[in-house]
């Protein structure tokens, strides 16, 4: 590398950091005005760059928001790839989600943080982020379908179909009851109750084919 070049290392930390400032950015505006209320214009002249710029880091108005959810992607489909000799898929999957519901991972809905809420609340209330929300859905309960059987059998596609409907079932529930003023830790005895629940549910149908 050149002694003029720039450390491929620092320029991707500044894309890093732009993209993050963006998003940052625009759900603050979202926030406080609706996200139909906010233009792409108002955005990129809000974080001081240009609308070409914003549109390389974000194709939509919409990923703007949901790229949160990135992180999460394939994460059911990792779960059962990794599960321990002798730990079924949905044994997994209830063992994590439990996890991440005491570590109150705000993807479970689990969180008294304020700005969480409100994020949680700009999502499952805003009809194009809710309707964009279920591409990441099927995206994920493709790779659990996979993770479950390669060949993609149907049975494995409604087990991972259910499972992914189920958690988001549960989040939203959460969500909402904290959102109505519950107190975190029983919304949190709430949802590991509600947990056992969905998974049994899932179970009696599910055991059947071996999952």
């Known amino acids: 590398m050149s002694p003029n070049e720039p450390d491929p290392g620092l320029r991707a930390l500044k894309k890093q950091r732009t993209r993050q400032a963006i998003a940052d950015t625009a759900i603050a ?9 906010v233009s792409v214009a ?4 809000a974080a001081e760059v240009s ?9 939509t108005k919409e990923e703007l928001v949901l790229h949160r959810f990135a992180d999460h992607l394939g994460e059911a489909g990792r ?12 044994d997994a999957l209830e063992r994590h989600h439990l996890e991440r519901l005491a570590a109150r991972d705000p993807s479970t809905g689990l969180s008294a ?10 999502v499952y209330e805003t009809p194009g982020l809710s309707a964009q929300l279920m591409d990441y859905l099927d995206a994920d309960t493709r790779a659990l379908t996979e993770a479950l059987d390669p060949d ?7 087990v991972a179909a259910q499972f992914v409907a189920v958690r988001q079932v549960l989040a939203h529930a ?9 107190d975190v830790e029983e919304a949190g005895r709430q949802a590991a109750a509600d947990t056992a629940t969905a998974f049994a549910l899932l179970r009696n149908g599910a055991g059947a084919h071996g999952f």
Do not use: C, M, N, S
């Open 152 to 158: 993609g059998g149907t049975a494995a596609r409604l």
């Open 174 to 182: 959460v969500w909402a009851r904290l959102a109505a003023g519950q």
């Open 51 to 59: 609308k070409p710029t914003l549109f390389r880091y974000f194709a």
């Open 79 to 90: 779960v059962v790839r990794a599960r321990p000799a002798g730990v079924t898929p949905l």
């Open 113 to 122: 943080d304020p700005g969480v809420l409100a994020f949680l609340r700009l």
């Open 29 to 37: 505006l979202f926030l406080e005005r609706g996200f139909d209320r």
């Open 42 to 45: 108002e955005i990129a002249a």
